[in-house]
């Protein structure tokens, strides 16, 4: 009423969205998901995703099981249902179900948007992808993200393999395909090419992942470095170890 009445701003789908992102990233899952029922008429895909993304955040293993089914009967292709829904199951550690997804997906040829991080320094800009093969061309960048990785595990970092969406036969495979995500990729190729304490501004298409976003923080703290994301959903402003977020995206 006050968009309306004092701004003249009629709310749409995309203001209920933001509703229901906000109630479900507080916890509040149940008022979330009675608002988007009761005064979205249609909601979209991006509605249902931010829900069931808040469900992966708070580990509501029902609800996200029931409006993963919701989104995968009316948006087939959408494979954010599928990601979520493994990657709750992978956040309970719940192995067996999280494969199952990962099945689903194949059967059904359902195929993840690949990732694509965008960076520029002095003009020079570069476009990295997941375990982008350049990188075991280029000594100095490998050396760069195995010194990351290395600052990393000497500050406590503990690689989080419900992140990881693909099998693999052991833990150190799960955690290098973690460090070859595109968004640290395009981290190290910066820390790289830039004076050491300067900013860094890394755009991805897709939400990055929670151990990438860790990881990231952390680099922030350590190497003394203002980092901004822009993924998918947000900016993620990172200073000190500490991101604009709040650890809710």
Not at 105 to 110: E, G, H, S, T
Not at 176 to 203: D, V, Y
């Amino acid at each position: 009423n006050i968009m309306e009445q004092r701004y003249g701003i009629a709310p749409d789908d995309f203001h209920a969205t933001i509703i229901v992102d906000a109630l479900g990233r507080a916890g509040r899952l149940q008022e979330a998901e009675d608002f988007l029922n009761e005064h979205i008429k249609n909601p979209n895909e991006t509605t249902w995703t931010a829900l069931l993304g808040a469900c992966r955040l708070h580990q509501d293993l029902t609800r996200a099981e029931r409006i993963s089914k919701t989104i995968q009967a009316r948006y087939p292709a959408n494979a954010a249902s599928y990601v979520l829904l493994a990657n709750t199951y992978a956040s309970l550690e719940n192995d067996d179900k999280t494969e199952d997804v990962r099945s689903m997906m194949r059967d059904r040829k359902v195929k993840k948007i690949p990732g694509v991080s965008w960076i520029s320094i002095d003009g020079e800009s570069m476009a990295f992808t997941v375990e982008d093969p350049r990188v075991q061309k280029d000594p100095e960048l490998l050396r760069e993200l195995q010194q990351m990785q290395k600052d990393l595990l000497a500050d406590g970092h503990v690689a989080d393999h419900s992140h990881v969406l693909r099998p693999f036969d052991d833990k150190q495979k799960a955690e290098n395909h973690l460090c070859a995500h595109s968004e640290r990729i395009a981290l190290a190729w910066g820390m790289m090419k830039s004076k050491s304490g300067s900013p860094l501004t890394i755009s991805k298409n897709l939400r990055m992942c929670g151990d990438c976003h860790e990881a990231t923080k952390r680099l922030s703290r350590i190497r003394n470095r203002k980092i901004s994301i822009r993924d998918a959903n947000r900016f993620h402003h990172m200073e000190g170890g500490i991101c604009s977020c709040g650890d809710f995206f």
